[in-house]
């Protein structure tokens, strides 16, 4: 049995070590692959162009705040997709044990009650020694500390973690940020259009 104990607690240990090299190397969200709900590999660079800006969110469906969550996450999706906004939710059954389904369940969940259209991740854990990287790489950017309950959020500004959001804030009352950070990058976007305009209007003028 004491063998047992030590090699799991060095497992454990190597768990722990790998996820910490993982997030020492990623200087990005955009660096991490992260699994889908139907079990598919997501580089999460596939959203570098399309959604510089993302709300990345621990989600649960038994949980008290679940109703309220879901529904203004997906109303912000809905408002602000086009304008280069997305949630990515990351279902987690380490609180109260509030998602206890399969992936299968959550989707249909998700989809039957309220509609969900944004992209929902594979169950992962967010605190501890099996924690996702990506989790360990917000927490470690934020500053955050350990994730105290479901719906966590944390605000991502082309790949860059720029602030973390306790499970008590609402979606709705994100939005402002999220239109701020959309307008800062939506804004860059227009700049370089503009700049490349100049460039080619100059040389028009040349030839």
């Not at 959604?51 to 469906?61: E, G, H, M, R």
């Not at 944004?118 to 950017?141: H, I, Q």
């Amino acid at each position: 049995m004491r063998h047992m104990r030590v090699g799991c607690q060095i497992s454990a240990a190597l768990v722990l070590l790998t996820a910490t090299a993982v997030c020492a190397a990623a200087g990005s969200m955009y660096d991490f692959t992260v699994k889908s709900i139907w079990g598919v590999d997501v580089p999460l660079s596939a959203y570098k162009e399309t959604n510089p800006v993302a709300l990345v969110v621990n989600v649960a469906s038994q949980c008290g705040y679940t109703d309220t969550n879901y529904r203004e996450l997906q109303q912000l999706y809905e408002e602000y997709e086009e304008d280069g906004f997305i949630v990515l939710a990351f279902p987690c059954n380490q609180f109260g044990s509030q998602e206890p389904g399969s992936p299968a369940d959550i989707r249909d969940f998700t989809t039957e009650k309220y509609g969900v259209t944004f992209p929902l991740m594979a169950k992962v854990e967010v605190n501890g020694d099996g924690e996702d990287p990506l989790f360990t790489f917000l927490k470690e950017a934020t500053g955050s500390g350990p994730l105290k309950w479901n719906f966590s959020k944390f605000l991502v500004v082309n790949g860059v973690p720029r602030k973390h959001y306790s499970h008590s804030t609402s979606p709705s009352a994100i939005e402002d940020d999220i239109v701020d950070a959309l307008e800062e990058v939506n804004g860059a976007d227009e700049e370089d259009g503009d700049d490349d305009s100049d460039d080619d209007s100059g040389d028009s003028a040349e030839l």
